[in-house]
């Protein structure tokens, strides 16, 4: 069935077709319309579920966890202050090894106050030990938080699926919405009993560990998360043999001979896309990466992708004070780890929801294709100075 | 050349508080009456804007620093206790008001109520209390009735609402009311007295939403309306008779509901210093000397 749905109606969607068991939410825009639909998917009976209006996110993501860990689906959804507010419990989350699903609506963290779209928020949640998936379509929304359910439920690890506030999110586009009975024969019968849960030998999760034994805990939780990688790949590619949509952790647009690759995350995908085509037309050898999959972050992958390019030129939605953008940092740590590598060009753009227009993304390869000499470490695109 | 700062002239008129932005509220919103209100509450209380610093979370009604002259925060949802805490105990010369909503002040923020009551510092809060959240559009708010339809409880609410003046009183507030956005003239006697308080004033202002609870609001008030001042022997300086009040079913009972001089937060910290001063801060050599065998 096709249907006409905006981003968070794709989440809400695919909650309600994975069967998730208990959802926590508190409400906060641009995120509102997912738990608000769900609400009303619980009241109608279409979807057999405990829904709890929290008295904050912190609440919801500790209730998720109460309810992971006895071995159910679990959902929660939040933006911008909201996950800021979790991040206490994102690391307890991520270190209780419980398969918890959020979709995180980006949108710029204060002050100054802003409700818009940016990245900022999830990307300052790099070390939670959350993977994060990005989206740029409302399709790949309702695909990517079904199959984020099965990686969650394999690797005993939780997973953020990102969409850009309202652009994604309040933004309808025909969505195929998958049948149930298909939906279930990708994430079988539910979570299996969180790690350390054994019903048979009631324990104490989670009490006081030694020096004698910590680094173990976390060097288990860090091979996990490096191993999703491998399992996310899987579980994209069971999900194209059931649904004939395919999904790389990474996107290739005519990176083959390119010599000049653009990098983006998010919605802004579709303009560099639209400008890259462009340029093809004029028989400019440019492409682009679209990181999709950022934690865990697929390095020989990029490092395959850039590494035949002569420059590369990362578009980024959110900064990192006192350093570069983050999707930079990433990309030169993986493009340079084996020597060599093309130049990294760093580009800040569409803070707070401004528009990324293609008139930006002509500016970037402009500059990094005639004046990279007055570059500077980071560049911001469209600043009103 | 002259540095000298000039401030700017002191309003001398109700409306020349207010800082001529429009606020961005649904006509009919209970916080118009509030803001008109607080503007004459300025007025007669003569503040002038450079000693007056008004604080919000967020919500439609956390808006409201913005509307008013003086300096204004509008701070992370849920905190502005603490913020407001801050600036007070920075500076005590600084005239503190909090404001927020049901949502700001009694779900996210409530972990920081109850330790403002009992810390005592000389802030009045103003809670605009509409029983829903506005601003993201109609959900459930800690302060819904039980029963209530929203956007987050299509099943209708199966949760109890929370009492904020039983809370109030029983973590200890030395200064308890409750007015309504319907009747300016008793909001203005209500928040001056809170102001005029030393020590923490926590004011409830029932404040309908025309929008997302009804337009009916104001008359469903009005209609269960009665002043605490016009009943015979009622002593706001009793506990018992506030927790009555507290619980009240049928009528809604306006005005200040309880109000004791605990001391202020700063008397205590006051004490703590004159024991220093008195005691003397010891010379270094000393101390070492004490521990030695």
Same mark, same amino acid.
């Given at each position: 069935?096709?249907?006409?749905?905006?981003?968070?109606?794709?989440?809400?969607?695919?909650?309600?077709?994975?069967?998730?068991?208990?959802?926590?939410?508190?409400?906060?825009?641009?995120?509102?319309?997912?738990?608000?639909?769900?609400?009303?998917?619980?009241?109608?009976?279409?979807?057999?579920?405990?829904?709890?209006?929290?008295?904050?996110?912190?609440?919801?993501?500790?209730?998720?966890?109460?309810?992971?860990?006895?071995?159910?689906?679990? +959902?929660?959804?939040?933006?911008?202050?909201?996950?800021?507010?979790?991040?206490?419990?994102?690391?307890?989350?991520?270190?209780?090894?419980?398969?918890?699903?959020?979709?995180?609506?980006?949108?710029?963290?204060?002050?100054?106050?802003?409700?818009?779209?940016?990245?900022?928020?999830?990307?300052?949640?790099?070390?939670?030990?959350?993977?994060?998936?990005?989206?740029?379509?409302?399709?790949?929304?309702?695909?990517?938080?079904? &199959?984020?359910?099965?990686?969650?439920?394999?690797?005993?690890?939780?997973?953020?699926? &990102?969409?850009?506030?309202?652009?994604?999110?309040?933004?309808?586009?025909?969505?195929?919405?998958?049948?149930?009975?298909?939906?279930?024969?990708?994430?079988?019968?539910?979570?299996?009993?969180?790690?350390?849960?054994?019903?048979?030998?009631?324990?104490?999760?989670?009490?006081?560990?030694?020096?004698?034994? +910590?680094?173990?805990?976390?060097?288990?939780?860090?091979?996990?998360?490096?191993?999703?990688?491998?399992?996310?790949?899987?579980?994209?590619?069971? +999900?194209?043999?059931?649904?004939?949509?395919?999904?790389?952790?990474?996107?290739?647009? &005519?990176?083959?001979?390119?010599?000049?690759?653009?990098?983006?995350?998010?919605?802004?995908?579709?303009?560099?896309?639209?400008?890259?085509?462009?340029?093809?037309?004029?028989?400019?050898?440019?492409?682009?990466?679209?990181?999709?999959?950022?934690?865990?972050?697929?390095?020989?992958?990029?490092?395959?992708?850039?590494?035949?390019?002569?420059?590369?030129?990362?578009?980024?939605?959110?900064?990192?004070?006192?350093?570069?953008?983050?999707?930079?940092?990433?990309?030169?740590?993986?493009?340079?780890?084996?020597?060599?590598?093309?130049?990294?060009?760093?580009?800040?753009?569409?803070?707070?929801?401004?528009?990324?227009?293609?008139?930006?993304?002509?500016? &970037?390869?402009?500059?990094?294709?005639?004046?990279?000499?007055?570059?500077?470490?980071?560049?911001?695109?469209?600043?009103?100075? | 050349?002259?540095?000298?700062?000039?401030?700017?002239?002191?309003?001398?008129?109700?409306?020349?508080?207010?800082?001529?932005?429009?606020?961005?509220?649904?006509?009919?919103?209970?916080?118009?009456?509030?803001?008109?209100?607080?503007?004459?509450?300025?007025?007669?209380?003569?503040?002038?804007?450079?000693?007056?610093?008004?604080?919000?979370?967020?919500?439609?009604?956390?808006?409201?620093?913005?509307?008013?002259?003086?300096?204004?925060?509008?701070?992370?949802?849920?905190?502005?206790?603490?913020?407001?805490?801050?600036?007070?105990?920075?500076?005590?010369?600084?005239?503190?008001?909090?404001?927020?909503?049901?949502?700001?002040?009694?779900?996210?923020?409530?972990?920081?109520f109850p330790?403002?009551c009992r810390?005592n510092?000389?802030?009045?809060?103003?809670?605009?209390?509409?029983?829903?959240?506005?601003?993201?559009?109609?959900?459930?708010?800690?302060?819904?009735?039980?029963?209530?339809?929203?956007?987050?409880?299509?099943?209708?609410?199966?949760?109890?609402?929370i009492n904020p003046i039983g809370l109030a009183i029983g973590c200890g507030a030395s200064f308890v009311a409750r007015?309504?956005?319907?009747?300016?003239?008793?909001?203005?006697?209500?928040?001056?007295?809170?102001?005029?308080?030393?020590?923490f004033s926590f004011i409830q202002?029932?404040?309908?939403?025309?929008?997302?609870?009804?337009?009916?609001?104001?008359?469903?008030?009005?209609?269960?309306?009665?002043?605490?001042?016009?009943?015979?022997?009622?002593d706001p300086t009793d506990r018992s008779h506030a927790f009555q009040v507290a619980d009240e079913?049928?009528?809604?009972s306006?005005?200040v509901i309880f109000q004791h001089?605990f001391?202020?937060?700063?008397?205590?910290?006051?004490?703590?210093?004159?024991?220093?001063?008195?005691?003397?801060?010891?010379?270094?050599?000393?101390?070492?000397?004490?521990?030695?065998?």
């Open positions: 069935m096709r249907a006409l749905i905006t981003g968070n109606e794709a989440v809400s969607t695919a909650v309600r077709l994975a069967r998730v068991e208990l959802i926590a939410a508190y409400p906060i825009t641009p995120q509102t319309s997912i738990s608000e639909k769900l609400s009303q998917y619980c009241s109608e009976g279409t979807l057999d579920a405990d829904f709890v209006k929290v008295e904050s996110e912190h609440s919801a993501m500790a209730t998720v966890i109460g309810a992971a860990s006895t071995g159910v689906r679990t +959902f929660t959804a939040t933006s911008s202050q909201g996950l800021a507010l979790m991040h206490e419990l994102l690391h307890w989350s991520s270190g209780a090894r419980l398969p918890i699903v959020m979709a995180n609506v980006n949108r710029a963290l204060g002050a100054p106050w802003n409700i818009w779209g940016d990245q900022s928020d999830s990307l300052a949640q790099r070390d939670t030990g959350w993977l994060q998936f990005y989206c740029e379509s409302c399709q790949e929304v309702l695909d990517t938080t079904l &199959m984020a359910f099965a990686v969650a439920e394999r690797v005993n690890t939780p997973v953020m699926v &990102m969409l850009d506030g309202f652009i994604l999110s309040h933004t309808a586009e025909p969505v195929q919405i998958p049948e149930p009975d298909a939906v279930d024969s990708l994430l079988g019968g539910g979570p299996s009993p969180p790690a350390l849960v054994d019903p048979e030998n009631p324990r104490t999760l989670h009490a006081v560990t030694s020096p004698d034994h +910590f680094m173990e805990f976390k060097h288990h939780q860090f091979q996990a998360a490096a191993g999703a990688e491998k399992v996310s790949v899987e579980v994209a590619e069971e +999900f194209g043999k059931i649904f004939g949509r395919n999904y790389p952790g990474t996107e290739e647009f &005519m990176c083959g001979d390119a010599e000049t690759i653009l990098v983006a995350s998010g919605t802004a995908a579709g303009t560099v896309r639209h400008v890259v085509r462009k340029y093809r037309e004029q028989g400019k050898k440019v492409g682009m990466m679209r990181v999709r999959m950022f934690r865990p972050y697929p390095f020989d992958e990029v490092r395959r992708i850039v590494s035949g390019a002569k420059r590369v030129a990362v578009l980024e939605r959110a900064i990192s004070p006192g350093s570069e953008g983050t999707m930079a940092q990433e990309l030169r740590s993986a493009a340079y780890s084996a020597g060599g590598g093309p130049q990294v060009y760093d580009f800040v753009a569409g803070l707070g929801g401004r528009d990324i227009v293609p008139e930006d993304i002509e500016r &970037m390869l402009e500059l990094v294709e005639n004046g990279a000499d007055k570059l500077q470490r980071v560049n911001w695109l469209g600043l009103k100075e | 050349m002259d540095t000298t700062v000039q401030a700017a002239p002191k309003p001398s008129t109700p409306s020349e508080y207010k800082s001529g932005l429009k606020p961005v509220w649904c006509p009919g919103c209970g916080d118009f009456g509030v803001l008109n209100a607080l503007s004459q509450v300025y007025h007669r209380l003569e503040f002038d804007p450079m000693n007056t610093m008004l604080f919000s979370g967020i919500g439609c009604s956390s808006r409201i620093p913005g509307y008013l002259k003086g300096y204004g925060f509008n701070g992370v949802h849920g905190r502005v206790l603490p913020i407001a805490t801050g600036a007070k105990l920075a500076n005590p010369e600084l005239t503190v008001i909090a404001a927020g909503g049901d949502g700001d002040g009694f779900s996210i923020g409530t972990g920081h330790h403002t810390r510092v000389d802030i009045t809060y103003i809670v605009m209390d509409n029983n829903i959240y506005g601003l993201t559009k109609g959900q459930l708010s800690p302060t819904s009735p039980g029963q209530m339809v929203t956007t987050t409880s299509s099943y209708g609410s199966i949760e109890n609402p007015s309504f956005a319907g009747d300016i003239k008793h909001m203005v006697d209500v928040i001056c007295q809170g102001i005029e308080h030393k020590g202002i029932l404040s309908p939403c025309v929008t997302f609870v009804g337009k009916d609001q104001f008359g469903i008030i009005k209609n269960q309306v009665r002043y605490l001042n016009e009943v015979e022997g009622y079913t049928g009528q809604i306006l005005g001089p001391p202020e937060y700063r008397h205590g910290t006051e004490i703590v210093r004159q024991r220093l001063i008195k005691r003397g801060v010891p010379e270094m050599k000393d101390l070492i000397a004490k521990f030695r065998p």
